[in-house]
């Protein structure tokens, strides 16, 4: 008898192993980025050779994987040519389970130059006793090159 529930605990441990893709995720899959790109004030995609003083929408696809809400601080970090941070803004959100989101910033470029896009997932908190706060990767960046 103990052999038997022995034996019917290890495949449910093994079969819950197997199905339950928490247990498959590291830190950086708990969210994936996918699909990065640039859009007109109207959400449509647009090349990333932009003009000068264009307003344009930087966005991605950004998907929780994980079996629990998340919350997560979408940053977008622009460099011009000489490795010079331009622009650094951020949205703030949760994330239920299995959501996917595409959320967008906007940004102008005021020179003619070419610029790197990075796109960041993290999870913030923040301690306002001690006021202290700690930053946790939860996807690997992205980057991609626009011109002006």
Do not use: H
């Amino acid at each position: 008898m103990i052999m038997q529930v022995s034996s019917i605990f290890m495949i449910l441990l093994v079969f819950t192993v197997l199905i339950n893709p928490a247990f498959a995720l590291t830190q950086l899959d708990r969210i994936d980025i996918t699909n990065p790109r640039l859009e007109n004030a109207f959400g449509s995609k647009i090349s990333n050779q932009v003009n000068v003083n264009q307003q344009v929408q930087i966005s991605a696809d950004i998907k929780n994987n994980q079996e629990k809400s998340q919350n997560f601080y979408y940053l977008v970090q622009v460099k011009n040519q000489n490795d010079v941070v331009v622009s650094f803004q951020w949205i703030k959100g949760i994330l239920d389970p299995g959501q996917t989101f595409n959320p967008a910033v906007s940004w102008t470029p005021k020179i003619s130059d070419e610029y790197t896009v990075e796109i960041f997932v993290w999870d913030v908190t923040v301690n306002a006793s001690t006021k202290s706060w700690q930053a946790d990767a939860l996807a690997k960046n992205i980057m991609f090159k626009l011109t002006s």
